[in-house]
């Protein structure tokens, strides 16, 4: 009688092993969520910084020579903003960005990274 009810727990046993699985090592990938305007996508843009700081200092000539009534300032990710500024210079690597701006306490100099810019406005 043991010998039977042995056999039949370990067939059992053996069953509840064979159905469960090796968690995935690749697990699925979620799909973008839907809203009423369209998909949410992400894209993604490869730009090299030297390319990027140019378009800034470009971009900044062209701003200051509008001549708005508005002065022409740089935002960095931290929150800070670059007022003032009489010039800037893109370093030789491009990677670095040296501005000269007038401030409370006469004339400055600070170096910025190009990645560390968030917008430029007037």
């Given at each position: 009688m043991w010998k039977y009810t042995f056999y039949f727990l370990a067939i059992a046993a053996?069953?509840?092993?064979?159905?469960?699985?090796?968690?995935?090592a690749n697990p699925p990938v979620p799909l973008p969520q839907h809203t009423p305007a369209g998909p949410t996508t992400l894209t993604y843009m490869m730009i090299a910084p030297a390319s990027r700081a140019l378009d800034?200092?470009?971009a900044f000539e062209q701003m200051r020579a509008e001549?708005?009534?508005g002065k022409v300032y740089f935002e960095l990710a931290d929150g800070t903003i670059i007022?003032?500024?009489?010039?800037?210079?893109?370093?030789?690597?491009?990677?670095?960005?040296l501005f000269r701006f007038n401030?409370?306490?006469?004339?400055?100099?600070?170096?910025?990274?190009?990645e560390d810019i968030r917008d430029l406005r007037y």
């Open positions: 053996s069953g509840l092993a064979a159905q469960t699985t090796p968690p995935d800034f200092q470009q001549k708005s009534t007022s003032n500024i009489i010039d800037m210079h893109v370093m030789q690597n491009s990677t670095l960005i401030s409370n306490q006469g004339i400055r100099y600070q170096v910025v990274k190009v």
